[in-house]
């Protein structure tokens, strides 16, 4: 099991401070220009579908009901080189019965001619995928994807220090954070099989919040034509924790995890073109014997999108995921637990249609297991009101077969609908 190691950086009230001194270097005075406040008030309700037997401890008519109020606050000096920007929430779940404010992202940002900072929580994303995720390895909330929240609150805030340099012609990013694990589905909201074959009782021992040791992430990015080019490497941790069986406990952890890989996307006719691939080091387990760890890993993914008319919009990706030293794998594994495939293919498919001068939004988004036989098909509809209000209804479909991603969740699926004001 991973030792903690004592930290040496940034914890969350460390990163907090660095963005509240950024913050005082460039709030304006009362009434000048470069200071802003707004927000929002948000309804989201997930109704379970189907006739389902939830074991207790899970909630069986909503896996979803929540109430937040969201202020977000910016402020700039006058020649924009430092400024602040927070966005802190205040959310009721009535299915959990808690009531929790946190800051989803509160940063603050020091800017040169070629080169930036910004320090504090906030949200980072990379790589040129639609949903799927290769060079991306910052933290997710599957959890609220699966119910149907809205799309921003995939992705998770780091604590974080980032700098950026612009030299020309490649770009630079480097960040440095604390980990931070993904949200995963789990029995409070969800209905799924247990995968574990059945045994003596042991005491489940959680994965301590921080495995030790900062991440690092490096992107070098360039523009040739019409086309981005970029390269990626992290010093990470896989996010979803590992679990080893002993005689009286099962223990989790995070694994240390090494990844390198490149994307490239842009103009391809009328369409567009994106590539990925990256190669995912697991550290703990470079031979493949350790069934508790993650293999090794090849990913790559091609995507392809298309405006076929005027306001429709398809597009397409392909993707692939190959295990390495499976044999090891495979004689390593325990009697009686399920084995994973060597190569794992998934396609996805995006439909979007725009009405009413695109105040509405149809759009349909599918997952399929080509190897592992499941799906998930998300329909939705999103209707701006006015430019404050706007609600939106949607469902998500699970099925296929039960040793797939989705098919595991095959019992969830719901129909969700999200309210939303502006002010």
């Known amino acids: 099991m ?3 190691r004592p930290r040496r950086f940034a914890r969350p009230w460390t990163s907090a401070a660095g963005a509240l001194a ?15 406040l707004g927000g929002y008030i948000e309804g989201h309700v997930a109704a379970r579908l189907g006739d389902v037997t939830c074991p207790a401890g899970t909630a069986c008519r909503l896996a979803a009901s929540d109430l937040r109020a969201r202020l977000k606050v910016e402020g700039s000096t006058a020649g924009g080189a430092a400024a602040f920007s927070g966005q802190f929430d205040l959310a009721r779940d009535a299915v959990l019965a808690t009531t929790t404010g946190k800051a989803r992202e509160f940063y603050g940002d020091l ?44 992705k998770l805030g780091s604590d974080a220090a980032k700098a950026s340099l612009f030299p020309g012609p490649f770009n630079l990013e480097l960040v440095v954070a604390e980990f931070r694990p993904d949200a995963l589905p789990d029995r409070r909201r969800f209905v799924f099989d247990d995968p574990l074959p059945a045994g003596p009782s042991r005491l489940l021992v959680e994965p301590h ?53 490149a994307s490239l996307g842009g103009s391809f006719g009328k369409s567009v073109l994106t590539l990925e ?15 508790s760890v993650e293999n090794s890993q090849l990913r ?16 397409v990706q392909l993707y692939a995921e190959r295990m390495s030293d499976y044999g090891a794998y495979v004689a390593a594994l325990p009697a009686g637990f399920p084995r994973k ?15 009413r001068h695109q105040t509405v939004i149809l759009n349909v988004f599918a997952f399929l297991g080509l190897s592992s036989s499941d799906r998930l098909i998300i329909p939705s509809v999103r209707y701006a009101v006015t430019d404050n209000f706007w609600v939106e209804a949607g469902a998500n479909f699970f099925g296929g077969s039960g040793g797939g991603m989705f098919g595991a969740l095959k019992d969830n699926d719901n129909l969700y609908v999200t309210l939303r004001y502006a002010f």
């Open 209 to 261: 919040s921080d495995p030790g040791g900062l991440e690092v992430s490096g992107k070098i990015y360039g523009y040739w034509d019409n086309w981005e080019l970029a390269g990626y490497a992290a010093r990470t941790h896989f996010r979803s924790p590992a679990y080893r069986f002993g005689a009286t406990e099962i223990v989790g952890r995070y694994p240390r995890l090494h990844t390198y890989g």
């Open 111 to 154: 800017v040169a001619e070629k080169a930036a900072l910004r320090v504090g929580r906030q949200v980072i994303t990379w790589g040129v995928g639609d949903l799927l995720f290769i060079n991306d390895t910052f933290p997710k909330d599957w959890s609220a994807f699966f119910t149907g929240q809205p799309l921003e609150y995939l």
């Open 277 to 291: 691939a990256g190669y995912y080091d697991s550290r703990e387990d470079r031979s493949g014997t350790d069934p």
């Open 2 to 4: 991973a030792q903690s």
């Open 341 to 355: 495939e060597r190569l794992r293919t998934i396609a996805t498919v995006r439909f979007t249609q725009l009405y």
């Open 300 to 315: 790559a993914l091609v995507g392809y999108s298309r405006q076929l008319v005027e306001d429709t919009t398809l597009g």
């Open 22 to 36: 950024i913050a005082a270097l460039s709030v304006p005075a009362p009434g000048a220009e470069g200071f802003s």
